[in-house]
């Protein structure tokens, strides 16, 4: 049966793996760039790495376990997990969602399932965590998004490795006593697939120097029509979202951003009349986290944001996908 009650975020967490490297590490490894031009360029200083033992299950687990501790729902109470990711586990299957049930210890029936929606699949998840709940197919889901980005780019292309960082959000998901969700805007442009993809690609070097097989597949990416297809979605997704919800900009205190260039989130600042100073930024500190980036972001901000305040959560990517979120901060 359908629930009239209101479904909100009730915790959230999130893990980064330990190695931290920061831009030096690119000139060091003989690459034709320098610490100066990627901060200036992309807003990044240092991104996180996960070890060769660390899966994306493994950092998924980091983050549901910091939420569940955050909050007063615990992981037997959870009706279902979704795991969005770029880089599960294995292709194919198992989903990475099963194994992070695996290692949470988890034996009743829970529902498991991964999504596909690159840097917007977290938001999209959302989405869908809260149709389910809204729906009565289920009161309570953990959401994670989650990445190990660093395995999928080449590491001799300065063009996209400087980008990319590991890492893991995660948010416990279902009714609250008020506030919640206030309206959701989402989309996809499967014309606009090529500027940001993934090829078989040859001579490809991992991030230990070592080779990668012939012909894997890696990150490709035309850098300035992602940027201004960025900029272009994320603006339009907001617009339709504020005027849907019948919401100035002004009244808005938290915007939490897919942190893929500082200049995109400045530019969409600018465009919305927001001020910069509302937009939650680690950027400069765990690059672009893909599918994890909104939630290890929120999850980092969670200190300072209030009960009650209004916060934004916008994501973009790959697909072309764009996903934005309103909601009321419990
Ligand atoms: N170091 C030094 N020079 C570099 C470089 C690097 N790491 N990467 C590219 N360059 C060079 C280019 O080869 C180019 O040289 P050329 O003029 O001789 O051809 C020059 O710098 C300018 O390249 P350009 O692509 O125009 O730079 P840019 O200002 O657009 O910045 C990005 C490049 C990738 C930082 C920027 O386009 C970007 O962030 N795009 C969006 C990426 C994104 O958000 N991806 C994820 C979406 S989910």
Redesign the pocket.
Known sequence: MPTNKCIGVISVGHFLPHMCVANDH?VSIG????PE??ES??GIRTRHIASDNQATSDLAVGAAEMAFKNGPISSNQIDFIIVATATPDHIGFPSTACLVQQKLGLTHSVECLDISA??SGFTYALSLAYSKIHSGMGQYGLVIGAETLSRLVDWSD???C??FGDGAGAAIVGTVDSGGFIGFNQGADGNCSHI?NCLPTENAVQFSGKPYPPGVSMIH?D??S??KK?IQVVVDSLTQLLSEANINSNSIDHVVC?Q??Q??ISSVAKQMGIPLEKFVINIDRVG?T?AASIPLALSEANARINPGDTVILVG???GFTWSSILLKWN
Do not use: E, K, P, Y
């Not at 690459?31 to 320098?34: F, V």
């Open positions: 690119f690459l034709d760039t320098s031009w990627i360029r992309s690159a840097c300065r063009r996209t400087i980008l940001l990416m850098g300035q992602v940027f960025g897919h893929a260039n200049r995109i672009n893909s973009f990517g790959s």
